[in-house]
């Protein structure tokens, strides 16, 4: 079973609209970080926002914020007044306490994100 | 802190050829992890280190590829010899911790082409 699942390969957005990035995630594991990296298209892999398992509130950085909805195993984040620099393909990815000697970080297909003026 | 810094930026070479690809993490940052990237595979964990030992190789293709790390500052990733199939980004990136709660920080990622 994946770990971690975007089931949105591509979403465009209007520039200074907000959009949704899903990200579901599965895991036995009480105790688990979640994370969201940008790629440009540059490529560098930039870190933008960590959601931990026991986190009450939800996290936020800037115009990114994450819906955590840990019932429902959902990681989904939140930009916010989109613009066209915001235009990348977007990482979620999840690390576990129990994988061994360290946790490693696992991480979904990616959902390519297009603002639009 | 420069961050992670990976050498060369892009690599192109000859099928049959040696290609080492170089990474420096972060100082102070226990664990060292190379990630290969792929249209087709996505963001795969190729190996990764702890306090400068190999920890788990099992993402390793195959024999081909060697990854070492003499020393806190310093890994190099191998593939010899070279085939057309390895050609993708490779990234090495670093962490200060094995726990769940610590994020990567990435390099720059090499790109390898292959022909």
């Known amino acids: 079973a994946q770990k971690i699942t975007q089931t949105q390969p591509g979403m465009f957005v209007q520039e200074k609209e907000a959009v949704t990035l899903d990200c579901t995630y599965d895991t036995s594991d009480p105790s688990y970080g979640l994370f969201w990296y940008k790629q440009p298209s540059s490529g560098e892999m930039i870190f933008l926002i960590y959601q931990g398992s026991y986190d009450q509130q939800n996290a936020t950085e800037g115009r990114y914020s994450l819906n955590f909805q840990k019932a429902r195993k959902s990681a989904n984040l939140v930009i916010s007044a989109s613009q066209l620099g915001d235009s990348a393909m977007y990482f979620c990815?999840?690390?576990?306490?129990?994988?061994?000697?360290?946790?490693?970080?696992?991480f979904g297909t990616g959902t390519r994100l297009q603002v639009t003026l | 802190d420069a961050g992670v810094i990976q050498s060369p930026r892009h690599e192109v070479t000859e099928m049959g050829q040696e290609v080492t690809l170089r990474c420096k993490p972060i100082?102070?940052?226990?664990?060292l992890f190379w990630y290969r990237q792929t249209m087709m595979r996505g963001l795969e964990l190729l190996i990764y280190?702890?306090?400068?030992?190999?920890?788990?190789d099992s993402g390793m293709p195959e024999d081909r590829f060697s990854a070492k790390m003499p020393n806190a500052s310093f890994s190099t990733l191998k593939i010899q010899p070279s085939e057309p199939r390895d050609s993708a980004v490779y990234f090495c990136?670093?962490?200060?911790?094995?726990?769940?709660?610590?994020?990567?920080?990435f390099g720059s990622g090499t790109r390898l082409t292959v022909v």
């Open positions: 100082s102070g940052h226990d664990y």
């Open positions: 280190f702890n306090n400068n030992v190999p920890i788990d």
């Open positions: 990815a999840m690390r576990e306490a129990n994988t061994g000697t360290a946790s490693k970080l696992t």
């Open positions: 990136a670093s962490s200060l911790t094995g726990g769940p709660h610590y994020g990567y920080t």
